[in-house]
């Protein structure tokens, strides 16, 4: 049994050994001795090892790396254990090589391995022999492909779901929304608070108090009555307050006080009641009942003349000026209202009064002339040269403080004739920006740049001198926009007829400046009441007949107003 055990191979030589030392036939044949001697190389086999390191070059490179895979901490060293740990795995591979009938057993892994592996391996042995079959691990391998795939499909699902949901969230939002909206009978406009209907008509509201019957009001509580009910002293019914039973219900008509002017549309004077007249004093006035109106194409302000009827007499409308005919003028003296000369309309009522037409209804309305067209803002964008000239309030402040034997000098770019001092101004304006570049007669190598960023919203005002900036600054682009909000639209237009203006010449440090000779129009703005942006003072404005550009702007007492700029003159 020895001889037999050391012929085994080293893969099994510690079992044979094993065996070799149970055999009875060990017992018989030799002595104790001899059984000590054989349980000695026992222990010597069981500790056996394998060097395979160092016979790398002998074993050849498959065989190497076959037992290097066995030995798991790297020793170069195979011992029996080493052997022993892998032997059920390569029980499995050896017969299960071209087969699908070998198998791996719980006993291949340690113990500490079993723990961890025998939940996964137990739900990979379907026939529960206690091992998994390559058959078994296949199928397990095809489910868990199947799972990962359904898992997959799961997960594609979840989101799909998830992006429908949220679609049809957002569907039915915005179908809310626009349904809610088309729903909407009144809107209220954000500027004026009016409430509208959906095609832009103001909404009519109706008292739940009284109701209109045959053009008069009664109350609403189905008797027919027109009169308020009655009711003990004190007491209230309804929301009315309780009143003698003799007492009817007692309206009168509104009366809005408006600006007059010939440019109103027909359909709002005939809205017009009455016409009232205040002297300076705001004490004495006059008060005109208008019977009746008529418009005539005439030469005037603006194309057209307003003829308003009185039991007095009748007043003509030229755009603002009041013209009374003889009858309703000596009226008019006779309560000490100041009439001026004689005019072919009439005699025109004097400068000073406040004059108001008084509508039973107003709304707001655009400047509307046949004849004419109206006057526009230029078309950005533009460079546009300019001339502006700053009133001379006093002769000190158009003075310089050089003195000669005859006197003093008046400052550089002061013109006699406007008594004012004369700047220059370029303007270019775009959609974007608007930049600035002034030139002042008392520094003529000097610029003032403004640029206005629409963009980036901010506004850099500097200096220029021999092609350097200086004393750059940034400036409040709120209060620049405000100010500069100033358009056509906010200014109710009076055309006054055309004029030839001559060529005009202005001698500054930097050179002599010229304004061509043009036929222009000639318009007085209003400024429309309520709005923003309008200056507070009329203005009188010039375009060219031909392009329509402005020409002149001058701002009627700017001097007494202490503005800056009383006048601009456009070179081209």
Known sequence: PLDSAMSKPLGVLPNAVDAALESEELEDDVGSSSKAALTRAATVVNYYTLPYEEQKDKLGEPLYEFLKSLDPQNTGVLTSDDIGKVQDILKVHRPGAGRQSAGISMDAFDDMDQDVVREIISAWDANGDGQVSLKEIKAAAVAAREKNYQMRWLKMLVVGMLILALTMTASNFVTAYFAIELAKEVKAERNSGTLKTSDGHTVKTASAEFKAQNGMLVAQDGSGTRRLQACADGDSSKHVTC????????????????????????????????????????????????????????????????????????????????????????????????????????????????????????????????????????????????????????????????????????????????????????????????LSIRRFANHPYQQRVQLVDHVQKNVKTFQVFKGEGYFCQNDSYAAVVDNATDTMSSYFPAYQGKAARPEMQFHLPWGLQTVPARNVRVFRLQPKPDVDGALPLPVDYEDDETNLLPTQLSFIDARELDFDVEEIVVQN
């Open 243 to 434: 009143m003698a039973e003799t007492n009817a219900l007692a309206t009168r008509p509104a009366e809005i006080p408006k600006t007059l002017s010939s440019t109103i549309p027909d359909r709002l004077i005939k809205e017009m009641a009455k016409i009232t007249i205040t002297g300076v004093d705001k004490i004495s006035h006059m008060t005109i009942h208008i019977t009746g109106f008529s418009r005539a194409l005439a030469p005037s302000k603006c194309g057209s003349l307003v003829y308003l009827s009185s039991q007095h007499g009748t007043i003509t409308l030229d755009d603002t000026d009041l013209h009374f005919d003889a009858s309703l003028a000596a009226r008019a003296e006779n309560l000490g209202i100041e009439l001026g000369e004689m005019s072919a309309m009439g005699r025109r009522l004097s400068s000073g009064f406040m004059v108001a037409g008084l509508f039973s209804f107003f709304d707001d309305y655009e400047w509307e002339c046949s004849s004419v067209l109206a006057p526009k803002s230029p078309t950005k964008p533009y460079v546009m040269h300019t001339l502006k000239k700053t009133p001379c309030p006093t002769a000190a402040a158009c003075n310089s403080k050089l003195s000669t034997a005859s006197g003093t000098v008046t400052l550089p770019g002061f013109d006699e004739e406007s008594n004012a001092v004369v700047s220059a101004e370029t303007i270019v304006e775009t959609d974007k920006f608007v």
